[in-house]
């Protein structure tokens, strides 16, 4: 049974680097054909997709965040990460790692982390 817990600092400042790691056990992030997702909800609003990175490597960014968004892996130990550049206090979010079977994720699956809560303020 795959699983993935997402870790990191819970308060960012504004202007500074979101970082967060997504930790996945019970199955490889290498595996063909799944995409290894970060997803975020802001208060009161729904899911949104950020971006992506599969078994190969290859990322996938939303238009409106890849100015400031960038995933990477971990092979070795099995962890993709999210990074958010320059964030401000809309950045406030609950952010999900997800194992999907599409690019884009627009609702939750079976394959989701618990979800981080991160907030920007000074």
């Known amino acids: 049974q795959v699983q993935l817990q997402e870790s990191g600092p819970g308060l960012v400042k504004p202007s500074q680097t979101l970082s967060l790691t997504c930790t996945v056990s019970g199955g490889s992030i290498t595996t063909n054909y799944y995409y290894w997702t970060w997803v975020r909800q802001p208060p009161g609003k729904g899911l949104e997709w950020m971006g992506a990175?599969?078994?190969?490597?290859?990322?996938y960014y939303d238009s409106a965040l890849k100015s400031r968004t960038s995933i990477s892996r971990d092979t070795t130990k099995n962890q993709f990460t999210l990074q958010l550049s320059s964030v401000t206090p809309q950045d406030t979010a609950k952010y999900y790692c997800a194992r999907s079977d599409t690019t884009v994720v627009l609702t939750k699956g079976p394959y989701w982390g618990q979800g981080t809560q991160v907030t920007v303020s000074s």
């Open positions: 990175i599969d078994s190969r490597g290859s990322t």
